[in-house]
């Protein structure tokens, strides 16, 4: 694994200007990838997971806007390049997973067409060759007589069929880096466990970076080598996932750890954190999670902290951290 970033974001700032106000919804995010690893990006709904990635493909829709920070893939500023030179980028070499894969495949049109056209849009050949290489795509995720397949619609596909063809899409131009948005959110449990095992399946074939997007802590530890826990926005605490786990330095990453069901334990109920996700028109003031932090001081309040470089690769967005003593997913 390159020692070098493939991607890194720094300070991004994402806003959506509404008529209630403007939605800070992206406030200051740092995230690094490195070739061939995949970093788990979580937090409730609502904590700017799906607007990172939506600004680093740079599709975020109308009212938002990316108006700070930047965004550096193999060493290019994203956000200084034209759209036409993003067009180029865009699905070639980042790719895009959605949660919901039934709202990007488009239903009058059949499975070939649309990875077809994909794989022409980015890669030299003729229309036998991208059909070719599209059967391959599908046999390559699972899908049972993609010659079959190939000629069908979405709407006669199954939930889980149509994420597999949304995974062969994002690998049809050999991307370096996969942003995957919850693809298991709307599949059942069992479905879900297999396209967890696929992606790590591809992952390890393709030396491909992925960001994987999700609220779930226990996806995280199966899948993840290194997470980035955010809140209303901002970054909380990032580190290897064994980090993170054993030796949790921020609250909010505790009360997360805390609130995962476990066979193991054998308590009537969950725990659960107090309160709501703010509203990023008006956040609170100081560090934005205080509302519901049950170790908050007058500091807490007062002023908002900052994003401290901890050793070990980790950073804690904390002002406590030094003196808390957090449960880990051990303990928990």
């Known amino acids: 694994m390159s020692s070098d970033p493939i991607l890194r974001v720094h300070g991004l700032k994402t806003y959506f200007y509404t008529f209630a106000g403007v939605v800070k919804a992206v406030d200051g995010i740092d995230l690094q990838v490195k070739k061939g690893e995949t970093v788990g990006f979580v937090g409730e709904s609502g904590s700017g997971k799906t607007v990172t990635a939506q600004s680093i493909m740079r599709i975020v829709p109308t009212p938002g806007k990316t108006i700070g920070g930047t965004i550096e893939f193999e060493g290019r500023d994203l956000l200084a390049l034209t759209e036409s030179e993003m067009q180029h980028i865009r699905g070639k070499e980042i790719a895009y997973i959605p949660q919901d894969p039934t709202t990007t495949l488009d239903p009058v049109y059949s499975v070939g067409k649309q990875l077809t056209e994909v794989i022409m849009r980015h890669q030299p050949g003729s229309k036998k060759y991208a059909l070719a290489k599209a059967v391959e795509l599908l046999h390559s995720v699972g899908i049972a007589d993609p010659e079959i397949r190939i000629n069908q619609y979405p709407h006669e596909l199954s939930g889980g069929t149509k994420q597999r063809i949304a995974i062969a899409r994002a690998l049809s131009c050999d991307p370096s880096v996969i942003l995957a948005d919850e693809p298991t959110t709307a599949l059942d449990v069992t479905i879900q466990a297999q396209i967890l095992e696929l992606l790590k399946d591809l992952k ?17 530890a199966d899948t993840c080598d290194r997470v980035t826990v955010l809140y209303a926005g901002q970054v909380c605490e990032t580190g290897t996932t064994e980090q993170v786990f054993e030796n949790p330095k921020h609250p909010y990453t505790e009360a997360l750890l805390s609130s995962v069901p476990s066979l193991a334990l054998k308590k009537e109920k969950l725990s659960v954190i107090p309160g709501n996700v703010p509203n990023l028109i008006q956040p609170p003031s100081g560090c934005r999670f205080h509302p519901r932090c049950s170790y908050a001081k007058q500091v807490c309040i007062d002023k908002d902290p900052e994003l401290e470089s901890i050793g070990d690769g980790r950073l804690v967005h904390c002002h406590r951290w030094k003196e808390l003593d957090l449960k880990s997913a051990v303990a928990s």
């Open 204 to 220: 390890q074939k393709f030396n491909v970076a992925m960001v994987f997007i999700t609220h779930d802590m226990g996806i995280v």
